[in-house]
């Protein structure tokens, strides 16, 4: 808890992420984690915490996406009737119209393309991660549309991230009535949110309607150009 200028206090809720980069299959965490508290200020240990630990919210994942697949993927893609062509490093959603009902996210390293004139409307909640950049590559005449099934039902997020040579290109892009999700331990506050790309290049778009914080959220990108 802290104090505001007029001594009323608040609770805030931290939120600590701990990644594994690397986890072997023997690999136990012990239900005790020790956690400390350090002064920023002075460096010194904080005594007498046992207070703030009803505050933390502690998220333990591994990074490697090990537990998506490729079969996982086409699963979702063909119970959901999409067409398109999957490869290891990406996935092409053909021209068409298509109903989402589930949770489609990409293998690391994975980039998901949306060809024009492709229109993607999520159920409630719904999410698609794209791993390594986006490509949405709509036109004047076939814009790329993705919206939720239910208008009184906002689909989760569009959710992007990357690395260090990652680049999304987004044009002719409508995207309305979408909202917010964690997923994969990973909070996507937008409707459209990108993470970790060293270029996002947005262009000729409509992002309206959204009910989250942000419409469009962009993180950690060296280069954005809008």
Do not use: C, M
């Not at 600590?16 to 956690?35: A, M, Q, R, Y």
């Not at 996406?65 to 490093?89: C, H, T």
């Amino acid at each position: 808890p802290y104090i505001d200028n007029n001594l009323i206090e608040h609770k805030v809720n931290y939120y600590i992420e701990i990644t594994f980069n690397k986890v072997h299959d023997n690999l136990v965490i012990n239900d005790l984690i020790d956690i400390r508290y350090i002064n920023a200020s002075t460096n010194y240990e904080i005594v007498n915490t046992t207070k703030y630990n009803e505050y933390l919210k502690l998220r333990i994942h591994d990074d490697d996406y090990r537990s998506v697949s490729d079969n996982i993927i086409q699963q979702v893609l063909e119970k959901n009737k999409l067409v398109y062509a999957l490869s290891e490093d990406n996935l092409i959603v053909k021209k068409g119209i298509y109903y989402l009902q589930d949770d489609l996210v990409l293998k690391r390293h994975q980039k998901l393309s949306l060809e024009a004139g492709v229109e993607l409307y999520l159920g409630e909640d719904v999410t698609i991660v794209s791993n390594d950049g986006i490509d949405i590559l709509g036109t004047k005449e076939d814009n790329v549309i993705i919206a939720s099934i239910n208008n009184d039902k906002p689909f989760g997020s569009i959710g992007v991230l990357g690395g260090k040579d990652s680049t999304s290109n987004i044009n002719y892009l409508v995207l309305s009535n979408g909202s917010e999700r964690w997923i994969n331990n990973v909070h996507f506050s937008g409707a459209l949110s990108i993470h970790y790309n060293k270029r996002v290049n947005i262009s000729n778009s409509i992002i309206k309607n959204n009910t989250a914080d942000d419409g469009l959220n962009i993180k950690y990108s060296k280069a954005v150009n809008i």
